[in-house]
């Protein structure tokens, strides 16, 4: 009687247990069994030269621990940003005064990404909801732009949000491709990021973004380093190490070059 009180004790407490499990439905995951993300790049270092016109460059990953029936729904969306270095950035207005176009007001945001390059598996508002976009920080229009200092009554402020997203655009900094990133087979993708002439030397970062259903999952990392190379290298390194040697030298060769040009083409 007493060994049959404990079976019954035990199987009370087994019990809640037994009916989560049979209550997982296809397309859920135990904690141990949550998908997660690898990803790779076609190179690790993008060296810049004088004839550099940009760049592709190719992301491959996998998904783990995926729901196959899912898979083949669909549900599984992967974006992938290339995000350049931080620093703060200044945008500043310009208006008409006496028929002259000078900086009437200004704003720096603080630590928004030089570059911003964006694919995904289809359009990113079809993947979550702006409001999730914005929690995680994804996509050109949800990039947090955190003014500096004082900025009154904030009327202006989204003004001027508006117009740092649209020059980035404009000078091709911050690009999006809303079909860049493809399954090759059920859970392998490529993307394909394009890097502009343009894009800054520094340590860029390479992040994926897994959903499921519409809900973020996961995200993996990577550095992609941007460097100069050759003559650009070494004028920049002369320039920040060492300033004065560098204004003298540019100086004199402004003279020099000058001077040479009046010879030649002097009329006699």
């Not at 404990?6 to 998908?35: D, T, V, W």
């Not at 783990?64 to 620093?87: H, I, K, M, S, W």
């Not at 493809?182 to 959903?211: D, E, M, Q």
């Amino acid at each position: 009687m007493k060994r049959l009180r404990l079976c019954l004790f035990g199987l009370f407490y087994l019990l809640p247990g037994i009916a989560a499990a049979q209550m997982l439905l296809p397309g859920q995951n135990s904690e141990e069994e949550r998908e997660g993300l690898e990803i790779g790049t076609s190179s690790s270092e993008i060296a810049i030269t004088s004839d550099f016109r940009g760049a592709d460059l190719t992301i491959f990953g996998a998904l783990t621990n995926t729901d196959n029936l899912l898979l083949a729904v669909g549900q599984y969306d992967v974006v992938v940003v290339l995000e350049g270095p931080r620093e703060d950035a200044t945008v500043r207005k310009k208006e008409r005064v006496f028929g002259i176009w000078i900086n009437t007001d200004s704003m720096t945001f603080e630590g928004v990404p030089h570059s911003y390059s964006m694919s995904s598996s289809r359009s990113i508002d079809d993947v979550v909801t702006p409001l999730d976009l914005t929690d995680q920080g994804i996509g050109i229009d949800h990039i947090p732009l955190t003014p500096v200092g004082f900025v009154g009554d904030g009327s202006s402020l989204g003004e001027f949000r508006t117009a740092f997203r649209r020059l980035q655009q404009t000078g091709g900094l911050y690009e999006r491709d809303p079909t860049g990133v493809r399954f090759v087979s059920s859970n392998l993708f490529k993307a394909s990021l394009r890097l502009p002439a343009n894009i800054p030397n520094g340590v860029h970062t390479v992040r994926a973004y897994l959903f499921k259903s519409g809900v973020f999952v996961t995200q993996k990392s990577v550095p992609l380093r941007v460097i100069k190379t050759g003559i650009e290298q070494m004028l920049t390194d002369a320039a920040h190490g060492q300033p004065i040697p560098y204004g003298m030298f540019a100086v004199f060769l402004a003279i020099v070059t000058g001077w040479g040009a009046s010879i030649v083409f002097r009329k006699d």
